[in-house]
């Protein structure tokens, strides 16, 4: 009985954290989804090598509330900015070709990364429901620091801005709800 009841509590654990997990999907495929769908895109650019990266990925996106939000209200695409993925995206290809699958490391950075302007890791890029890019965001944040950016893109907030005050007094008001 006993052993019934450990099993039925693991398997219930098992699949409660597997739902609060982030789906995370190509670009490609989140744009198919899109047309099914229409939601914005979260996408998560990061590289093997970045230490901030791998904290965003443990603290931030394993937080219950972040990865419930994300799976929720976007398609989550993760983009290595050094790898060799090839992107189509508004009828462009993107490659990689000064990748070189033998470097340890550092490697050649990503055409699309750079059609983006990402210029550190991690940077997280969103993009419309029509696959436009809309901003991005720059560097490891904590759960309760993404939040303000996941809402704020989420309910259009950020189209109101027109000067860099306004996005501050946005920021000094906005509470945050999710838990460290």
């Given at each position: 009985m006993k052993k019934q009841i450990l099993l039925v509590v693991a398997v219930l654990a098992s699949t409660l954290s597997s739902s609060q997990q982030i789906q995370w999907m190509s670009l490609e495929e989140a744009i198919a989804?899109?047309?099914?769908?229409?939601?914005?895109?979260?996408?998560?650019?990061?590289t093997d090598w970045?230490?901030?990266?791998?904290?965003?990925?443990?603290?931030?996106f394993q937080n219950p509330d972040v990865s419930k939000y994300?799976?929720?209200?976007?398609?989550?695409?993760k983009f290595n900015a050094e790898g060799q993925e090839e992107i189509n995206f508004?009828?462009?290809?993107?490659?990689?070709?000064?990748?070189?699958?033998?470097?340890?490391?550092?490697?050649?950075?990503?055409?699309?990364?750079?059609?983006?302007?990402?210029k550190g890791?991690?940077?997280?890029?969103?993009f419309s429901e029509n696959g436009a890019p809309i901003m991005p965001?720059?560097?490891?944040?904590?759960?309760?620091?993404l939040e303000l950016y996941l809402k704020m893109i989420k309910q259009g907030d950020y189209q109101v801005?027109?000067?860099?005050?306004?996005?501050?007094?946005?920021?000094?008001?906005?509470?945050s709800r999710f838990r460290g």
């Open positions: 989804a899109q047309k099914i769908t229409p939601k914005k895109i979260f996408m998560d650019v990061y970045c230490g901030p990266c791998k904290l965003l990925d443990k603290r931030t994300i799976s929720e209200h976007y398609y989550a695409v508004f009828n462009q290809t993107y490659t990689n070709p000064s990748y070189d699958p033998n470097r340890k490391g550092r490697n050649g950075t990503h055409q699309f990364t750079q059609y983006l302007g990402v890791y991690p940077t997280m890029v969103f965001v720059v560097g490891y944040l904590k759960p309760q620091q801005f027109s000067k860099p005050e306004d996005f501050e007094k946005y920021q000094k008001s906005f509470i």
